[in-house]
């Protein structure tokens, strides 16, 4: 009979059971998770990532080549999750005029609501200073490209300049994001209704002033978020 392999720290050695490889390196990731979303890029050590997953250092070579590249993956699955958020954010170009508000609060609750389900996980590849410029970046491209169909369809005034709109909504939804949804004051649900009532309508009235004169200067019949 072949003689069983040692346990480490209570754990069955990583190759000694079937689809081993792939729990292993999951159980890596989460520890990473934990490590760097408490301490930093910086104090976070491989050491740490192993103790938390209960194996050695050298199972963790078997999986990852440094710190760096553990997280740099982690950086990498942020991006193409949040990629993915947003190119379902889109509003389709058949959507009723009196759904598109409702679609515009939909996008942004999806948005928000992948930074409850990943805090940790946002706190190291969206939020860490370190590597989250390009991601920035990207995300304000992506919206800017949304934003400039949505003008096509009709759902956007044509008048504004898409990145600088992409610009202005990421700056304040990185900071709403921080003092409202992660702080537990707001639910995802709630914070985008907010938002969508702010990016949809703005913050002047319909009606008119004091001296009678509508307070929404004239788009020149160019069409506005309904």
């Not at 194996?55 to 760096?68: C, V």
Request: proline letters at 4%.
């Amino acid at each position: 009979m072949a003689t069983k392999r040692k346990k480490q720290n209570g754990r069955s050695d990583p190759a000694s059971e079937p689809g081993r490889a792939q729990r292993t390196r999951t159980l890596l990731l989460e520890a990473a998770i934990d490590e760097f979303s408490e301490l930093g890029f910086h104090e976070a050590k491989i050491s740490g990532i192993v103790g938390r997953a209960g194996f050695t250092q050298p199972t963790f070579y078997l999986y990852f080549k440094s710190k760096d590249d553990i997280h740099a993956h982690l950086v990498e699955r942020v991006r193409d999750e949040l990629r993915a958020v947003i190119a379902g954010a889109r509003i389709p170009a058949t959507t009723p005029s009196a759904n598109v508000r409702d679609k515009l609060r939909g996008a942004i609750e999806a948005f928000l609501q992948y930074f409850i389900d990943n805090a940790k996980l946002a706190a190291i590849g969206y939020f860490g200073t370190e590597h989250n410029s390009q991601l920035r970046e990207e995300i304000v491209a992506l919206v800017s490209r949304n934003i400039a169909f949505e003008q096509g369809a009709g759902y956007c005034r044509e008048d504004l300049d898409p990145v600088f709109v992409s610009q202005c909504y990421n700056g304040s939804l990185e900071r709403l994001i921080r003092v409202y949804l992660l702080s537990g004051q707001y639910d995802a649900r709630t914070l985008a209704d907010k938002i969508a009532d702010l990016y949809g309508y703005g913050s002047i009235p319909s009606g008119r002033g004091r001296d009678g004169a509508p307070l929404r200067a004239d788009t020149g019949g160019k069409k506005i978020r309904p």
